[in-house]
C-alpha cells in the first residue's frame, strides 16, 4: 500500500484521468490480454492451471477484440495490496502456457476502485 498526496485516477476503461487528493493506494488485481490461439474454454482451463498456489484468483475473460481476450485476476484476500512479485509471478506462470500481450494493473484509490467493472463470460 502506497500513501499519496495528490495522483491523477484513471476513470474506466478510457485511462481519462482526475486529479484528486488520495490516502491510499492499492493494487488489487491484474487485466491480462492474451492470444486467442485456443477456443475460450481452453484458454479458461489453462488460466486455471496457472492460478494454483498464486495470490490471484481468476476471474473470468471478456473478448478484447482483434484476436485477443481479457483474462482477470483479483487478489485472494481482499485486504492484501498485491506486489509487482506478485503479478509478476502470476505473468510467469501464464506465460508456460499462453502469449499474454498486455497487462494492466487495477488499483483502488482510498478503497474505491480505479477501473472498471467486469462482466463474467
Not at 502506497?2 to 495522483?7: F, I, S
Not at 486455471?48 to 490471484?56: G, M, N, S, W
Not at 484476436?67 to 508456460?96: I, P, S, Y
Not at 480505479?114 to 462482466?119: K, L
Request: charged content about 25%; proline content about 3%; some cysteine.
Amino acid at each position: 500500500m502506497t500513501v499519496l498526496d495528490e495522483v491523477v485516477i484513471p476513470i474506466g476503461e478510457s485511462g481519462v484521468g482526475v486529479r484528486a487528493k488520495c490516502q491510499r493506494r492499492r493494487v488489487v488485481g491484474l487485466d491480462v490480454w492474451v492470444e486467442a490461439r485456443s477456443n475460450a474454454q481452453d484458454i479458461v482451463a489453462l488460466t486455471q492451471l496457472a492460478v494454483i498456489q498464486t495470490h490471484l484468483r481468476f476471474i473470468g475473460t471478456l473478448d478484447g477484440g482483434g484476436g485477443r481476450v481479457r483474462l482477470r485476476f483479483m487478489a485472494r484476500d481482499e485486504e492484501v495490496h498485491l506486489t509487482d512479485g506478485a503479478l509478476v509471478e502470476l505473468v510467469n506462470k501464464l506465460a508456460d502456457r499462453l502469449m499474454w500481450t498486455g497487462l494492466t494493473k487495477l488499483e483502488e484509490y482510498d478503497c474505491v476502485p480505479a477501473f472498471a467493472p467486469f462482466p463474467l463470460s
